[in-house]
């Protein structure tokens, strides 16, 4: 029997373009972050700042549009996981370099976060199977949700905001073992200890 050619315009749903946008709100708001740092221009973080939140409604919408049309792509949950990753990991780490977090320490715990994120997207694609009720509905999740980074984005944001040229981040900086660290980048290694743990279960609605 001949193998069916895989068409992937094909296969695309409508559900898998917002899941798309999802990316593309990551992507743009690094490039953002790139152009603060070449121009120092206010507007374009904050730019990279919206486009996270947006990331966060994309990401939302295209699993209820795949249930209210009731069409599911073959690749949905593979373009999700990688979307996430680059909203929800690489992006929100971006920002902190972006804003200061980038002594040898801020850099090992924002790759920490990074790793963790995709470690977490790529338990719960295995594990889903064995989460999921008598319906097929995954009742819970296994560690945090990847989108929670969203709240680092938000202390950042609130930080930015109040932020003069020069002023340091909340905490300060510090050194250990002759290299440095900002104390604030220990949020991401919560966050990124929290979406591994496999002791959290959180309720998915």
Request: proline share 4%; charged share 15%; aromatic share 12%.
């Amino acid at each position: 029997m001949k193998k069916q050619h895989f068409s992937m315009l094909r296969e695309f749903a409508l559900a898998d373009v917002l899941t798309l946008l999802n990316a593309a709100c990551g992507t743009v708001s690094i490039f953002l972050c790139l152009n603060y740092l070449e121009e120092r221009d206010p507007k374009w973080l904050w730019m990279a700042f919206v486009l996270l939140p947006t990331a966060l409604v994309c990401d939302a919408l295209d699993g209820w549009v795949a249930r209210k049309r009731q069409k599911w792509s073959r690749i949905g949950a593979d373009l999700d996981s990688l979307s996430d990753v680059v909203s929800f990991g690489v992006a929100p780490a971006v920002l902190g370099f972006t804003l200061g977090m980038r002594g040898f320490w801020d850099v090992v715990v924002l790759v920490f976060f990074v790793c963790c994120g995709i470690s977490r997207l790529a338990r719960f694609n295995v594990t889903a199977v064995e989460m999921a009720d008598d319906s097929g509905k995954v009742t819970h999740f296994e560690g945090t949700p990847i989108p929670t980074s969203l709240v680092l984005v938000i202390v950042l944001g609130i930080w930015f905001f109040g932020a003069t040229p020069g002023t340091e981040l909340w905490g300060g900086e510090y050194t250990f073992l002759g290299l440095e660290f900002h104390p604030l980048v220990l949020m991401y290694a919560a966050s990124g200890s929290a979406m591994i743990s496999s002791t959290l279960r959180i309720p998915k609605p």
